[in-house]
């Protein structure tokens, strides 16, 4: 899951990113973030400890810690597409992590890749 559907459910600005986690609590969904998402939520000043921890206490999420070896693949990918560092870190992980797909309100920025499926909130 990418950060911006996490922001949208803590500051209240899209009930769908609101019925997403309501539907993974309801067990429909299973939510894995990287470290990178809480790093990008500190740095936007969002705490979100608390949810983090009613996700974990349901058993609803799993965070990974990127590694070296992630960075460099994102590095590389940064290179040869038209993205975001943190974009590609994402779908490095998300790769790794054999995911579904990756959710987001920015498709535009994961296009590029072809590999990974992404979805916005309100699609699932």
């Given at each position: 899951m990418d950060t911006n559907v996490i922001m949208d459910f803590l500051l209240g600005r899209d009930k769908s990113a609101f019925e997403l986690f309501m539907k993974a609590i309801s067990c429909k969904y299973f939510v894995f973030i990287s470290?990178?998402?809480?790093?990008?939520?500190?740095?936007?000043?969002?705490d979100a400890s608390t949810f983090i921890k009613f996700l974990d206490s349901k058993k609803k999420i799993k965070i990974v810690n990127v590694c070296r070896e992630?960075?460099?693949?994102?590095?590389?990918?940064?290179?040869?597409?038209?993205?975001?560092?943190?974009?590609?870190?994402?779908?490095?992980?998300?790769?790794?992590?054999?995911?579904?797909?990756?959710?987001?309100?920015?498709?535009?920025?994961?296009?590029?890749?072809?590999?990974?499926?992404?979805?916005?909130?309100?699609?699932?």
């Open positions: 470290d990178l998402v809480l790093k990008e939520l500190d740095f936007q000043k969002l992630d960075k460099r693949l994102a590095s590389q990918l940064v290179q040869q597409y038209e993205t975001h560092y943190n974009d590609a870190l994402h779908k490095v992980v998300a790769k790794k992590l054999n995911v579904e797909f990756i959710v987001t309100k920015n498709v535009k920025d994961f296009i590029c890749f072809e590999d990974v499926k992404v979805r916005k909130p309100d699609e699932l």
